[in-house]
């Protein structure tokens, strides 16, 4: 009584009829186990995810040089950037700025006011066409303009006055 081998092929001789046990069952039970147990840890992160919040930013993962003798350029095309981060009550706006399109522009435009300051709430982007959507209003103030005129009919203008 017991298994034969011939050839590497088992052989079960009389007194055994039915097959080795392979456990196909409990193996079914410990993948399910698996499975159930990856679906619960997936349910409970997605379930904790913010849609509007990202979750990895490219600054955060951008690590500066120490010794900068061992870059190639020895570092001439690095910037000291230190800590760039806006305070934690700004991070999440979309920021507006505006300027002239020549530096003469810039002058004569002077200091600009912003509102709302700093920047518009994320709560408006993306946009996504759904009813009742209002869309953000934004103000520029010129705090100072410097004006100039120029023209033919300026010296006649003097004489109105």
Not at 82 to 95: A, I, L, S
Not at 103 to 110: M, T
Request: aromatic share 10%; charged share 20%; hydrophobic share 30%.
């Amino acid at each position: 009584m017991g298994a034969e081998k011939h050839n590497g092929v088992v052989h079960y001789t009389t007194g055994y009829n039915r097959r080795p046990p392979h456990r196909p069952f409990l193996q079914r039970i410990q993948y399910a186990g698996i499975v159930i147990f990856f679906s619960i840890c997936m349910c409970g992160l997605l379930s904790a995810m913010d849609d509007r919040i990202p979750y990895f930013t490219l600054a955060d993962s951008i690590i500066a040089y120490k010794n900068k003798s061992q870059l190639v350029t020895q570092g001439e095309n690095q910037r000291e950037c230190g800590d760039m981060k806006p305070p934690r009550n700004e991070r999440r706006k979309v920021w507006v700025s505006c300027k002239g399109e020549r530096p003469a522009d810039n002058e004569a435009l002077g200091p600009l006011n912003y509102y709302p300051y700093p920047g518009l709430k994320e709560t408006y982007f993306p946009y996504d066409n759904t009813p009742g959507y209002l869309s953000p209003l934004v103000a520029v103030q010129l705090a100072n303009p410097k004006c100039k005129s120029s023209g033919m009919a300026l010296g006649r203008l003097s004489e109105l006055l």
